[in-house]
C-alpha cells in the first residue's frame, strides 16, 4: 500500500495551465503504475492518463492528448500531471493513483488500488 495526497489544483480561465502534484509515501511507489483520474458530481470517475512503473510509456485519453503531460520521479516518488490549453470540460475533481495491474487494463479504474483524496480543478471565465 502507499498514501497519496495530490495538490495544485484550483480555478483558471480558459487556455491556462495547470500542474498537478501527488505525493506518494508509506510503500514503494516506483513498484506501481501511476495514472489521473477525474470526476464530475454524480458521474462515473473517467481516466486521463498513466504512466508505466518504469516511466518509459505513457497512455492518455483522447480528450486529452496533446494537452496534458503526465510524469513521475520515481526518487522522489512524486506523480504530477501538466495541464495546457484548459478547457471548461476539464473541469472536475483530480485524482492520482498508484495500482499494479497489467498493461491491458491500464485505463482501468479497477487496476488502481490506491487512491488520493483529490483536488479540484475548475475552468471558468
Known amino acids: 500500500q502507499v498514501q497519496l495526497e495530490e495538490s495544485g489544483g484550483g480555478l483558471v480561465q480558459p487556455g491556462a495551465s495547470l500542474r498537478l502534484s501527488c505525493a506518494a509515501s508509506?510503500?514503494?511507489?516506483?513498484?506501481?503504475?501511476g495514472a489521473w483520474f477525474r470526476q464530475l458530481p454524480g458521474k462515473e470517475r473517467e481516466f486521463v492518463a498513466a504512466?508505466?512503473?518504469?516511466?518509459?510509456?505513457?497512455y492518455y485519453d483522447d480528450s486529452v492528448k496533446g494537452r496534458f503531460t503526465i510524469a513521475r520521479d520515481n526518487a522522489k516518488i512524486t506523480l504530477s500531471l501538466q495541464m495546457n490549453s484548459l478547457k471548461p470540460e476539464d473541469t472536475a475533481v483530480y485524482f492520482c493513483?498508484?495500482?499494479?495491474?497489467?498493461?491491458?487494463?491500464?485505463?482501468?479504474?479497477?487496476?488502481?488500488?490506491?487512491w488520493g483524496q483529490g483536488t479540484q480543478v475548475t475552468v471558468s471565465s
Open positions: 493513483a498508484a495500482g499494479s495491474g497489467i498493461l491491458s487494463t491500464i485505463r482501468s479504474v479497477e487496476s488502481y488500488t490506491n
Open positions: 508509506g510503500g514503494t511507489f516506483r513498484s506501481y503504475d
Open positions: 504512466i508505466r512503473r518504469s516511466g518509459g510509456h505513457t
